[in-house]
């Protein structure tokens, strides 16, 4: 199974970007779809964006929608979110989740991800 790093989060002011990488060992990386999510004090995970293994199809949450982009890079073995415009309800800490899969449909419940990252706390100032 692959494992997954994130790094890239901090504290940041509403309007600014930053973006986040995940990082995965292992083989098999380039036969992982690939996700984002979330999870902000009190609330459920949610997700925020989806990429499949070769990375030709990407899925979104409406919320991030516009604003944010999921990208790989198959031989650095990592994955990518670029944040933009970000606003104070962005505030969470950020996950990586893998699945090993081959579909060109995307996976959007943290349920259908069995690899995760330890997560990496985004803090947008208003």
């Known amino acids: 199974q692959v494992q997954l790093v994130e790094s890239g989060g901090g504290l940041v002011q509403a309007g600014d970007s930053l973006r986040l990488s995940c990082a995965g060992s292992?083989?098999?990386?380039?036969?992982?779809?690939l996700a984002w999510f979330r999870q902000a004090p009190g609330k459920e995970r949610e997700f925020v964006a989806a990429i499949n293994f070769s990375g030709r199809r990407t899925s979104y949450a409406d919320s991030v929608k516009g604003r944010f982009t999921i990208s790989r890079d198959n031989p650095k073995n990592t994955v990518y979110l670029q944040m933009n415009v970000l606003k104070p309800e962005d505030t969470a800490v950020y996950y990586c989740?893998?699945?090993?899969?081959?579909?060109?449909?995307?996976?959007?419940?943290?349920?259908?991800?069995?690899?995760w990252g330890q997560g990496t706390q985004v803090t947008v100032s208003s």
């Open positions: 989740a893998g699945v090993l899969s081959l579909s060109t449909n995307l996976r959007v419940r943290p349920g259908e991800y069995d690899a």
């Open positions: 292992g083989r098999t990386f380039t036969s992982y779809a």
